[in-house]
């Protein structure tokens, strides 16, 4: 597979994590989600399906897809071969592209057309479906998110707070984080709901969460109480409830997946990205 990626110039780049271009056979035909990230992805190949949740049908998305904050185990069924652009958002990036409040997105994946429009989409797909190659749609992908970059009321703030909880992976004290903003909690819990689509607490958790697991190495013996402790969760029982919530594994399949992985596909460009889905 071919992936190119890059960080996009001012303002965007306190938004965004980065743009990147995806091409190519998947390792896998079911992958998860990578760790947590808001994602706007433009198809510009056969479609593919997502599946938000053990509980819920995989739905086909041919023009793309916009996805918010993640609260659950997600999983991306690829095509033989794939093809898009896309977006990783920062916890907060996402809003001042979205019409609506985020928390009406969460573990719901919507098409792009539904964000912006089917003229606007189709017409943005026409553009990148006949650029050069990855690095002017990259910059077709940037231009047009710089076109639509609205002001977004409260976006210091949660950026502000949601930076501090990105910073500390997740384990800072959610009322010190409010405390220190000068804000009730009930007031900061409303605006992340309508600006990233989860709470204060519930982006904390996420990003505990997937510190913890990037933190593994698959390759030598893992003491799952020492991990789980040094995590600060209460014990392993509620470690191994939030592996199977995030991941859809327990945490010993998660290893015996991810050993796989690096067994099958050594050094693969997305070794640090998707995972099988098992």
Same mark, same amino acid.
């Given at each position: 597979m071919e992936y190119v990626s890059r960080v996009p110039r001012p303002p965007l780049d306190g938004l965004i994590d980065d743009l990147y271009y995806l091409e190519g056979a998947p390792p896998y035909s079911r992958l998860t989600l990578p760790p947590p990230s808001a994602l706007l992805i433009v198809n510009l190949g056969a479609p593919f399906r997502i599946r938000a949740g053990a509980d819920i049908e995989a739905a086909e998305y041919a023009d793309g897809c916009v996805?918010?904050?993640?609260?659950?185990?997600?999983e991306f069924g690829y095509p033989l071969r794939t093809r898009s652009v896309g977006v990783h958002f920062k916890p907060w990036g996402l809003a001042p592209f979205l019409p609506m409040p985020a928390?009406?997105?969460?573990?719901?994946?919507?098409?792009?057309?539904?964000?912006?429009?089917?003229?606007?989409?189709?017409?943005?797909?026409?553009?990148l479906a006949t650029a050069a190659g990855p690095s002017e749609m990259l910059t077709l992908l940037e231009e047009e998110l710089m076109r639509r970059l609205c002001?977004?009321?409260?976006?210091?703030?949660?950026?502000?707070?949601?930076?501090?909880?990105?910073?500390?992976?997740?384990?800072?004290?959610?009322?010190?984080?409010?405390? @220190?903003?000068?804000?009730?909690?009930? #007031?900061?819990?409303?605006? !992340?709901?309508?600006?990233? &689509?989860? +709470? *204060?607490? %519930?982006?904390?958790?996420?990003?505990?969460?997937?510190?913890?697991?990037?933190?593994?190495?698959?390759?030598?013996?893992?003491?799952?109480?020492?991990?789980?402790?040094? @995590?600060?969760?209460?014990?392993?029982? #509620?470690?191994?409830?939030? !592996?199977?919530?995030?991941? &859809?594994? +327990? *945490?010993? %399949?998660?290893?015996?997946?991810?050993?796989?992985?690096?067994?099958?596909?050594?050094?693969?460009?997305?070794?640090?990205?998707?995972?099988?889905?098992?």
């Open positions: 996805v918010t904050m993640p609260t659950r185990a997600w928390a009406e997105l969460r573990d719901r994946p919507v098409t792009l057309e539904h964000i912006w429009g089917r003229p606007a989409t189709a017409e943005l797909r026409d553009r002001e977004t009321p409260s976006l210091g703030l949660v950026r502000h707070t949601s930076s501090v909880i990105v910073a500390t992976r997740g384990v800072v004290a959610i009322g010190d984080v409010t405390a @220190a903003a000068g804000v009730s909690s009930t #007031h900061l819990a409303q605006r !992340f709901k309508e600006l990233v &689509g989860v +709470t *204060p607490k %519930r982006l904390a958790r996420t990003y505990r969460f997937a510190a913890t697991v990037l933190s593994i190495d698959p390759a030598g013996p893992i003491d799952w109480s020492d991990l789980a402790a040094g @995590a600060g969760y209460f014990d392993q029982a #509620h470690f191994g409830h939030e !592996f199977r919530a995030f991941t &859809g594994l +327990t *945490p010993t %399949r998660y290893v015996e997946v991810r050993r796989r992985f690096l067994r099958e596909h050594p050094g693969h460009v997305l070794d640090s990205w998707p995972l099988p889905a098992d």
